[in-house]
């Protein structure tokens, strides 16, 4: 008996290490690729999720580069203004003011001396800068890029106080607009809950003239 002993034994241990030679079981296999699985899908979500907040912040960055070009041109042009053109409009701003030493034109160039005139609209998804009314070819420029739409409201100063008593769509007299309310909306807003971004441009307190 003692002997079968010592030989259940020996079959025994020849037995567990013919099982330890032949590897993984099955189920081990597929429990370590389940575990695999699940583990790299965590990689893989935090991943997309880390790429994901990198485009927003990137978007949302460059539109707020876009809408501060855009406020910077409107304002530093509009500002200037002595005069509008009467086909100024909801969709489109027309505005003259006299050239010379050390002014530009909305494209940035330098203006001669005599009258100067620009007109802003938004087309293709981008603001537009024009350098003569009627256009001519190669005079309007896009500026500034992913733009959807703009806006535009003309204060009327009615009691000539100097200031706007209300905005309006179409002026009935241009000599009593003295600024210009613009409603600028980008493609990518820095914020959802308010696309709309306001601007505000006092125009020269001058008396204002139509343009032929």
């Known amino acids: ?6 030989g ?5 241990n020849a037995t567990d290490e013919m099982w330890r030679a032949a590897g993984f079981t099955l189920i081990e296999i597929l429990v370590t690729l389940s575990i695999s699985a699940f583990l790299l899908s965590g990689v893989i979500s935090i991943f ?13 960055g460059r539109a707020q580069e876009n809408l501060q070009l855009a406020s ?22 027309i505005v003259n003011y006299t050239g010379g030493a050390g002014v530009v034109n909305c494209l940035g160039q330098p203006a001669p001396p005599g009258v100067v005139v620009n007109r802003f609209y ?9 350098t003569a009314y009627p256009a001519k070819p190669g005079s309007d420029q896009p500026l500034v890029e992913g733009m959807a739409r703009m806006r535009i409201r003309y204060g009327v100063d009615e009691r000539h106080r100097g200031q706007a008593d209300r905005y309006v769509d179409a002026p009935g007299d241009w000599n009593q607009v ?3 309310r613009i409603t600028l909306r980008l493609l990518d807003s820095p914020s959802p809950r308010h696309p709309d971004v306001v601007l505000t441009v006092a125009m020269r ?8």
């Open 1 to 6: 008996m003692a002997t079968k002993r010592r």
């Open 8 to 12: 259940s034994g020996k079959a025994g």
């Open 48 to 60: 997309l999720s880390s790429q994901q907040s990198y485009r927003v912040k990137e978007a949302m």
């Open 72 to 93: 910077e041109i409107l304002s530093r042009t509009l500002s200037m203004a002595e005069s509008l053109h009467p086909d100024s409009g909801p969709d489109q701003i």
């Open 122 to 130: 938004v087309g293709n998804q981008a603001l537009h800068c024009g």
């Open 178 to 180: 003295v600024s210009a």
């Open 205 to 212: 307190p001058r008396i204002f003239s139509r343009l032929p």
